[in-house]
């Protein structure tokens, strides 16, 4: 290679020192009617992100018709429908969609910016006059109801619903996913009769991010919201119960080539002061891939492709959940390993090198995260569920920087011992319980 062409080395440079998010221009109103508008002008391109959070918690018999609710409020107005509604928002550069949880319901939506004012008229024309037409609801439903029947056949969803049952026992968060005969009988009137009942703007949080003023939005939304008036209270999850220890579930998928192990444990909430210790701990433990935990059963015992360990964040509670999909002949040599690292992280403190690490990822994703007006938010109305704002989103970067070694211990040791754990195997019983009752008791479903 000539001298020319030869590769320059230059010295790589020092990361700069972690700061606060920047806080963009923003504006708050809660509207008479209880709905709380948060409005960030992000004007990075001429386009409007928005974000509706509804309380939505309810009973276990509440599920399936939620699930449905969720798929078909687009289905039509007193005024418009789906195909409309669709042409509509169209015009516009625009959609909306729709989303549920045992927490909450969420209609996201975007714009071109000039068309913010029509897309909230169409917000407020579905909120407030959705039909829920017979023939929609049976295709939506039944289309639905398929789509769940395949995703049940799926081991990652078996043994989420067996965990999720273990963990919440007869708390709604048990259950997530509705039974596929259930949607199946959902008609339009149980539909009319929910959304009257749930969605309701007291307690609800609409966020709009993009290229705006703050100010004249909080004026537009209330303008055009204004029909959707207060007719209840808001519905709030029930707090979820401690997680409560005991023997392995074993759940039989007979013939499987694969096991799938998960793991819950406690976890703090983003509110808690501890949490950005918490979160360093999660991460150098297993939460992304220079972690303990895929250096050991990915890279050195070739276990796993993609074992990991995150955090679940609700409005009742967050658990940490561990998981890893592995051949059936090594279940147990890598729950052992798993429980190891559990073990190693909870008693023998992470290194100076492993904490820089972490948190250095933790701050460049987080920023990474909202750098787009969509990313942003859908952050924000993921922190409405908690009562956090921008504030936080603001001051965590700040947070994970002041993290000492003696923090990310204590906060390992309280949280993430195999001992305070909940362990759930899906795969086949007649290969894989005895090598696991070596390891412990084991039940079987």
Do not use: C
């Amino acid at each position: 290679m000539s001298p020319s062409h030869a590769a320059v080395n230059r010295p790589v440079p020092d990361l700069e020192e972690p700061r606060a998010l920047p806080e963009p221009e923003v504006a708050e109103r809660t509207l008479s009617s209880g709905l709380k508008v948060v409005a960030v002008r992000r004007g990075t391109v001429p386009l409007v992100e928005l974000r509706l959070r509804v309380p939505f918690a309810g009973a276990d018999d509440d599920v399936s018709v939620a699930a449905v609710l969720a798929n078909t409020l687009l289905s039509g107005t007193s005024a418009h429908t789906n195909v409309q509604l669709a042409a509509e928002l169209q015009t516009i550069g625009g959609g909306l969609s729709v989303g549920v949880d045992p927490d909450r319901l969420v209609v996201s939506g975007n714009t071109l910016a000039d068309g913010l004012g029509r897309l909230l008229e169409m917000l407020n024309e579905v909120l407030t006059t959705a039909t829920y037409p017979e023939r929609e609801v049976r295709t939506e439903r039944d289309r639905l109801a398929d789509r769940i029947q395949i995703a049940f056949s799926q081991p990652a969803q078996a043994v989420r619903r067996a965990l999720l049952r273990r963990v919440y026992g007869s708390h709604p968060y048990a259950i997530e996913t509705p039974e596929p005969d259930q949607v199946r009988a959902i008609e339009s009137p149980s539909l009319q009769a929910l959304h009257a009942e749930r969605v309701l703007p007291a307690g609800s949080v609409l966020v709009l991010v993009g290229s705006i003023d703050p100010a004249a939005t909080l004026d537009l939304v209330e303008r055009t919201l204004g029909d959707w008036a207060p007719t209840g209270s808001a519905h709030r999850t029930p707090p979820a119960p401690a997680l409560t220890t005991g023997p392995l579930l074993l759940v039989d998928r007979p013939g499987s080539v694969q096991s799938s192990l998960r793991v819950a444990l406690p976890a703090l909430p983003r509110a808690n002061p501890e949490y950005a210790a918490f979160q360093l701990a999660n991460l150098i433990f297993g939460g992304y891939f220079s972690s303990r935990l895929v250096e050991n059963i990915r890279e050195d015992k070739g276990y796993t492709y993609s074992p990991h360990s995150s955090v679940d964040h609700s409005a009742a509670g967050s658990m940490t959940l561990v998981g890893a999909d592995v051949a059936t002949e090594v279940t147990a040599p890598a729950l052992l390993e798993i429980e190891y690292e559990l073990g190693r992280i909870a008693t023998l403190p992470p290194t100076a090198e492993e904490l820089e690490q972490a948190r250095q990822y933790a701050i460049g994703t987080l920023a990474l995260s909202v750098s787009s007006q969509a990313g942003l938010a859908g952050m924000l109305i993921a922190l409405a569920g908690t009562g956090l704002d921008l504030n936080w989103l603001a001051e965590h970067p700040i947070r994970l920087a002041k993290v000492t070694l003696e923090e990310v211990a204590a906060a390992a040791s309280a949280y993430l011992a195999p001992s305070g754990g909940v362990t759930v195997v899906l795969g086949d019983a007649g290969v894989v319980a005895g090598p696991l009752g070596a390891l412990g008791a084991v039940d079987r479903s």
